[in-house]
Each structure stands twice: as structure tokens, then as C-alpha cells.
């Protein structure tokens, strides 16, 4: 891929107020039918979801979105459509070699191509649309320090026989507040909450974690709980960047706080089904 398609609305209300814009209806409507002419030319059946950000929960027909899912065009389009309008979820949209979808700013989405399916598309225009080509290829999505453990059947050994202390497992599937689910395991539950984890999300483990509330976590990341940590997936809450005051937290129930800077040191990444880690994430332990 070396031709990148950047697709903007005419608009400037519609840049400015995206879904807020009356001009926005019309932009999205063209940005719709523009994505399906280049994901036909591009010969994809399917896109590959990377990358995936998820700051509010996802709606009932997104809660299997995560990174390595694959999406057939007319879901990949309503992703595509939503960010540009600034909703999200946010992700790349991905068919290897031949195509690339990300969002861009002020409802612009980025289209990345190969210089054969640029040309049958040149001819491309639209009322509400603007189209600028370029030679572009994506940015490198590689990360600096990677997690290169895989949480394989050693791996989960490991942390069953941790788990006869307490034990916290978070799955970080997707980056964002949103993007995690914890559970609390036991020698006997470890390997069934080994089996709902998604292929390539993060597995960070902490042990005899400390979780009294204190003051000096307010200013970091950290996650709360409900009191008792009950065996299986755990309620919970993130908060990405601290709070200001503990009451904050405790006023809806939430009476346990861990630092996120304390399950750094012992993550892994989930295989996919051949038994290949193929989820990117960056070491925890690297800003702990």
C-alpha cells in the first residue's frame, strides 16, 4: 500500500460539529458509499480490527469488537462512519496488503491503498466530499518495548498455583477505560477464565495485591473494586489519570483501589488458536 485517500466533509459546520452539523447527514451518507466502492475495488470480504480504543462501554451489537476480530464491509463502514463523527469505538480496519481504514480529524477518514485500486478510483467525486490523494503508506504500529510472553498452558500453571493466595487477572482487550475486565481466581476457576479470554488481548496478574484506599493513589492510575471480591469476573471501575478525592470513589460503592502501576511485572499476551501471540501491547512494567 502506498496511496493514501483522505476523505473530508465539504462542510467547514460539518468539520467543525461533526454529527452535530445538518451538513453531517449528507457527508455520511456519501462517506458510506465512497468506503463501499473502495473496500468492492479492494476485493475485501473481511477487515481485521486493530488497535482498538474503547472509552465508553460498547453497544449491544459491538460487545464482540476486539482487536483480531474480523468484520464484513458493512460493519466496517459503520465503524468507520462513527469515527469520523467522533463516537467511536476507535480502531484500524485492516485487509492485509490491500487496504487500510483510520480515523482523522474534523470527520476526515484515511484510506490507505494500493497504487492499482487508487487509479480505478480516481475518478471519484461527491457533493458533500472532498478527496485529496497522496503517496502515503500507515504509520509503523510496531510498540517500543513489547509484552513477549505468551499466556500459554506453563503460564496459566503458574498462575493457578498463585491463585491459593488472592489473585486478581485483569484481560485488557482493548485500549481505553473501557477496554478491561477483571476476575479474582482460584486454583479450580483458572483455567475456565483462561478459556474466556480473548486471543490477543493483555493478561496482567497480581498477587496478594495491597487494596486499602489511600490518599496517595488518587494522583495515578487505578482501578477500584466492590467489596467482597467474589470469586469470577469482578465489578470495577477505572481511573485513568487518578480522582481528586477519595469520597469520589467511595460514594458508589467502590471500597478497594489498586494502583495500576502494581500489575506491571507479570503479563503475558492471549495466543491466538494456532498458539501464535500476535497481540502488540506495551510492557506495564516499562513506566511502572
Known amino acids: 500500500m502506498s496511496k493514501e485517500l483522505i476523505i473530508s466533509p465539504r462542510s467547514e459546520s460539518a468539520r467543525e460539529e461533526l454529527a452535530d452539523a445538518a451538513a453531517w447527514s449528507p457527508y455520511a451518507a456519501e462517506l458510506r458509499q465512497v468506503l463501499a466502492a473502495v473496500i468492492e475495488k ?3 470480504d473481511f477487515l481485521e480490527v486493530g488497535w482498538l480504543l474503547v472509552s465508553e462501554p460498547l453497544p449491544e451489537g459491538q460487545r464482540g469488537l476486539r482487536n483480531g476480530a474480523v468484520v464484513r464491509p458493512p460493519q466496517a463502514i459503520g465503524l468507520a462512519e462513527a469515527m469520523a463523527a467522533g463516537r467511536g469505538p ?104 483462561a478459556r474466556l479470554l480473548w486471543p490477543r488481548s493483555l493478561v496482567c496478574v497480581a498477587t496478594e495485591p495491597e487494596l486499602n484506599p489511600r490518599a496517595e493513589l488518587l494522583e495515578d492510575d487505578f482501578t477500584a473494586f466492590v467489596a467482597p471480591l467474589l470469586h469470577g469476573e469482578l465489578a470495577h471501575r477505572n481511573y485513568p489519570g487518578g480522582a481528586d478525592t477519595l469520597c469520589e470513589v467511595t460514594k458508589d460503592g467502590f471500597s478497594l483501589m489498586l494502583a495500576d502501576a502494581a ?17 502488540q501491547w506495551e510492557n506495564p512494567g516499562t513506566n511502572s
Open 90 to 193: 476507535y480502531c484500524q480496519l485492516t485487509a492485509s496488503g490491500r487496504l487500510q481504514i483510520e480515523s482523522g480529524w474534523d470527520g476526515a477518514v484515511h484510506v490507505y491503498t494500493t497504487p492499482a485500486v487508487a487509479a480505478d478510483l480516481a475518478g471519484l467525486h461527491g457533493e458533500g466530499v472532498t478527496f485529496r490523494w497522496r503517496d502515503a503508506a500507515p504509520e509503523p504500529t510496531e510498540v517500543s518495548d513489547p509484552v513477549d510472553a505468551v499466556a500459554d498452558d506453563g503460564f496459566w500453571a503458574k498462575v493457578a498455583e498463585a491463585s491459593e493466595r488472592l489473585t486478581l487477572v485483569c484481560e485488557r482487550w482493548a485500549y481505553g477505560a473501557h477496554g478491561c475486565r477483571w476476575f479474582r481466581v482460584t486454583p479450580e476457576s483458572t483455567a475456565e477464565v
Open 42 to 44: 479492494s476485493g475485501a
Open 263 to 279: 500489575v506491571g511485572d507479570w503479563c503475558a499476551v492471549v495466543p491466538d488458536a494456532d498458539g501464535v501471540a500476535r497481540g
